[in-house]
């Protein structure tokens, strides 16, 4: 069983930065897409960024809304993922969620994926 711990949220005024990580425990699998998604209140949840990674090779993804605000990566020594956020607005206000699947394509349906974490709040300041 594959348990994801996110961390790295806070408050930041709007401009500024953060990096969220994603600390995957359990089976590893020689591919897997891992995706973040966010929820602010009152509002859908919705896909933020994905990577679709092999050993070999690594594709990425990003929603609508980041416009190179945004980069996912994976450290390859350590089963962690990461999100760096920079240019933050207020309406980057939400909880954060990684999660991920060995076998899913549909990289932007949350529903897709077989492991979630529970999530990081994020509270940009005006």
């Known amino acids: 069983q594959v348990q994801l711990v996110e961390s790295g949220g806070g408050l930041v005024q709007a401009g500024g930065s953060l990096r969220l990580s994603c600390a995957a425990s359990?089976?590893?699998?020689?591919?897997?897409?891992m995706g973040w998604f966010r929820q602010a209140p009152g509002k859908e949840r919705e896909f933020v960024s994905a990577i679709f990674w092999t050993w070999s090779s690594q594709e990425t993804y990003y929603g609508h809304f980041v416009k190179g605000r945004f980069t996912i990566s994976k450290d390859n020594t350590t089963s962690t993922f990461y999100l760096q956020m920079n240019s933050l607005e207020p309406e980057d206000t939400a909880i954060y969620y990684c999660?991920?699947?060995?076998?899913?394509?549909?990289?932007?349906?949350?529903?897709?994926?077989?492991?979630r974490g529970q999530g990081t709040q994020v509270t940009v300041s005006s």
């Open positions: 999660a991920l699947d060995r076998n899913t394509r549909a990289y932007d349906i949350f529903g897709t994926y077989a492991f």
């Open positions: 359990g089976p590893t699998f020689p591919r897997y897409t």
